[in-house]
């Protein structure tokens, strides 16, 4: 398969590895993890199997991630069933990021009005009339 496949995000949930014997006495070992979108609004999240023994047990809960992955078809009485796999794994970090909350949020104090500080030669605004009369229509 020639496409470039990559999901990023941060690993939400790991499964316990899987192990077993081939029918021609081979060992095996597989690992399932669920790696979830981040800085979106509505995150999405795809299982992934890790099937190289060089990938198996290298991820934990909370790392951000890179997947490269495969992606495969396969028929079974009649269905198809995807099978989505890692052949790559890049840590990008392991630091939690801030939850979405569906605004920009630019300043430390959360608080994007007047926390900015004032351009120097600023023009100020003009005073109001007091009893708030003035000469707009509405």
Known sequence: MSNKITFTGRVSVVLPVE???????????????????????????IAVTLFKPELVGTVAAGETITAHLSVQAT??????????????????????PAPYTGAHNNTPSGNTANSYPAAPNAPQPTPQPAGGQDDLPF
């Open 19 to 45: 192990s077993g014997t081939s029918s021609s006495g081979k060992s095996w070992s597989k690992q399932t993890i669920v790696i979830t979108e981040e800085d979106v609004q509505y995150p999405g999240s």
């Open 75 to 96: 028929e079974y009485n009649g269905k198809h069933y995807n099978n989505i796999s890692a052949w790559k794994i890049e840590h990008v970090g392991s630091a939690a």
